[in-house]
């Protein structure tokens, strides 16, 4: 029978910030790469959009 303390840790899927590294291998650092550059790709496209939200807003009042 097994009990709690024989199964490992289950494995996160995504990144804390300030996370200890350490425990980390090599593929795992690789896997946080990608989803956090595609975290900050989403992030700059949410910017440009409400940017462009701004700035078509500032453009119809100043008329």
Known sequence: MFDENDRPP???T??????DLVTL??????ERLVLLRGEIDRL??????KLASQEAAEAFFKR
């Open 10 to 12: 289950p494995r996160r």
């Open 14 to 19: 995504g990144h804390e910030i300030g996370q």
């Open 25 to 30: 291998s090599v593929a795992d650092l690789d």
């Open 44 to 49: 700059e496209e949410a910017r440009r959009r």
